[in-house]
């Protein structure tokens, strides 16, 4: 590995706004899919805090049994 490799920045992480709080996640959970007329359909992520609320996991509210 030489000098350079190392000093070199690393690519930005991919981001995405969360759709309940609207803060950019580093870690965005893809959450649903909002289809447009004449578009492609827009993805849409949520921070993994939120990401529960939209049925991508586990959540409290959950019953166990
Ligand atoms: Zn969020």
Redesign the pocket.
Known sequence: MTREALLTRAPEPFTAP?V??G?T?TAPVVVGEMTRAGGPPMVQY??P??AARYGAGPSPEDEIG
């Open positions: 969360c309940h709080c803060r996640t949520a921070c805090r939120d």
